[in-house]
């Protein structure tokens, strides 16, 4: 049998590479040792418990995970990957430090690191630990956390590390153009999200955030085509996303081509109705437009869907100045500056979404 089948994640078997006569002997031995439980994942037909629990966490199924957890802890020892879950789990429901600590024993390893773990650590599947695929879990999440609690010096070396360890992964690739990008690395970004599309041509958010990329180094018709693509594959799984409309909507808007941007700013307001930046945004190309009515009412629904956005504020200042209705003006050019006093002047962390292609 191949060791590499027992533990792997993904569905796909990665084979284990032997080296040696006498390693082939210390693993045999090793394997014996395991318990028979840790056999069933390899046996076809048997349901993987552990599987089971990382699918539930994906789909956003927590509380179900949580039920499972306790239950595999107990029948495992807390091996490696029951801990790997639990900080999924926790990183799932932003509690990115605790995620952190879960994996504190784990990321030594996984980054080759020499060392024993800790003696909290019971280790049931070691071979877990020398599978490729399983380290690549490891760092991916680390980097995931890191990269939340704005610790971009620590996620960039777990980062790279797994790139290096699955260089063909394009959800690896995803996160580095991600983290590249959140530091201004706007070439460097460009070239990752080239690469996630290279190797997932379907997935929706690589060809839009390989567009916002080509947006700042102002390869604008580039960006379009991407934006372009996202948008086609949106509609084509009928994924109901209306954020790569938004993205190419105020590029365009950006550049004063209102009457192309009004299409996508309507559709992206359509599909999320509680955003407070489409409104805006779509107000400001009506009003550019010469369409002072409807502006005013979409400026209005903006303010409406955040109470402390500055911005509407201001454009239905300038509306309501043009048509002389000069106390209407001022009441909204002193709320404008009112917010604008209260916003933060460091530029807004990634959200989890953004990282979850």
């Known amino acids: 049998m ?34 028979i439980s840790c056999w069933a994942w390899a046996r076809p037909g048997t349901e993987n418990p552990d599987r089971r629990i990382e699918v539930l966490i994906d789909h956003g199924r927590l509380a179900e995970a949580k039920e499972l957890l306790p239950g595999r802890v107990a029948a495992s020892r807390e091996y490696p990957v029951v801990r790997y879950l639990h900080a999924k789990l926790l990183f799932k429901e932003r509690k990115f430090n605790e995620s952190l600590e879960t994996l504190s024993s784990l990321l030594p390893l996984a980054l080759g690191q020499q060392g024993l773990p800790p003696g909290d650590l019971q280790i049931s599947d070691p071979v877990a630990l020398l599978d490729a695929g399983f380290r690549t879990k490891i760092l991916l999440l680390a980097g995931q956390n890191y990269v939340l609690l704005d610790r971009l010096d620590k996620a960039e070396p777990v980062l790279l590390t797994a790139a290096q360890l699955a260089p063909e992964d394009h959800l690896l690739q995803f996160h580095l153009g991600m983290l590249y990008f959140s530091t201004s690395r706007f070439a460097a970004a460009e070239a990752a999200f080239t690469q996630v599309v290279r190797l997932n041509p379907g997935l929706m958010k690589g060809h839009e955030f390989l567009g916002l990329s080509q947006e700042e180094l102002d390869k604008v018709e580039l960006a379009i085509r991407s934006y372009r693509t996202a948008i086609e594959l949106s509609v084509g799984r009928n ?28 559709e992206a307001a359509r599909l999320m109705p509680d955003s407070a930046e489409t409104f805006f945004l779509l107000g400001k190309t009506l009003s550019a437009l010469g369409r002072p009515s409807e502006a005013e009412k979409t400026l209005l629904r903006s303010a409406a869907c955040d109470n402390n956005y500055a911005d509407p504020h201001y454009l239905l200042s300038r509306i309501y100045l043009a048509q002389r209705r000069s106390a209407e003006a001022q009441q909204q050019i002193q709320i404008f500056e009112q917010l604008k006093a209260k916003e933060p002047k460091n530029i807004a962390k990634p959200k989890p979404s953004d990282w979850e292609p």
């Open 2 to 35: 191949n060791l590499g089948h027992l533990y792997a994640l993904k569905g796909k078997p990665r084979p284990f590479a032997i080296t040696s006569r006498r390693r082939a002997r210390c693993l045999c031995a090793l394997c014996l040792s395991l318990p």
């Open 239 to 266: 994924l109901g996303d209306g954020a790569p409309y938004l993205r190419l909507g105020r590029m365009l808007s950006a550049r004063n081509r209102h009457v192309e941007s009004l299409p996508l700013l309507e």
